[in-house]
């Protein structure tokens, strides 16, 4: 069975890799729908819209103009996913995602962190090779 550390993760909007990354998750949910008759003894249901968002957490970086500056409000990206790094053969998972939110964070005695909020348009290819 393969596992793998967060050290190895990348993360790119498009082809241009994002500096300074942290962490990101993708969080993919689907709906139910409910289609239980009269009679039944338990209630069953159908699986119906699916969804997904996600967040990306750097270490800010107001030189990255491809990376974490392509990251504004609105904008509409393909982002990457390589949760085992980027060589040949190594998983991806990619999607089209409207960039929601923006948080730049800092106190006095850490450094400045900036986190990104996805929406998904559309669904996930799935994982698949690099």
């Given amino acids: 069975m393969a596992n793998h550390t967060g050290s190895e ?13 942290r962490s990101f998750s993708i969080d993919e949910t689907g709906d139910t729908i409910e289609d239980t008759a009269l009679g039944d003894s338990f209630r069953s249901f159908k699986a119906g819209m699916r969804q997904w968002s996600g967040t ?14 392509a990251l504004d409000v609105g904008s509409s990206v393909t982002l990457n996913f390589q949760p085992e790094g980027a060589d040949s053969g190594d998983t991806q998972i990619q999607g089209t995602a409207l960039i929601t939110g923006k948080t730049i964070n800092s106190s006095f005695d850490g450094m400045v962190e900036a986190s990104y909020s996805v929406t998904g348009v559309g669904g996930l290819p799935g994982v698949r090779p690099t």
């Fill in 9 to 21: 993760e990348t993360f790119k909007v498009g082809a241009n890799a994002v500096a300074e990354i």
């Fill in 56 to 69: 990306i957490d750097t270490w800010w970086d107001e030189t990255d103009t491809n990376g974490q500056g």
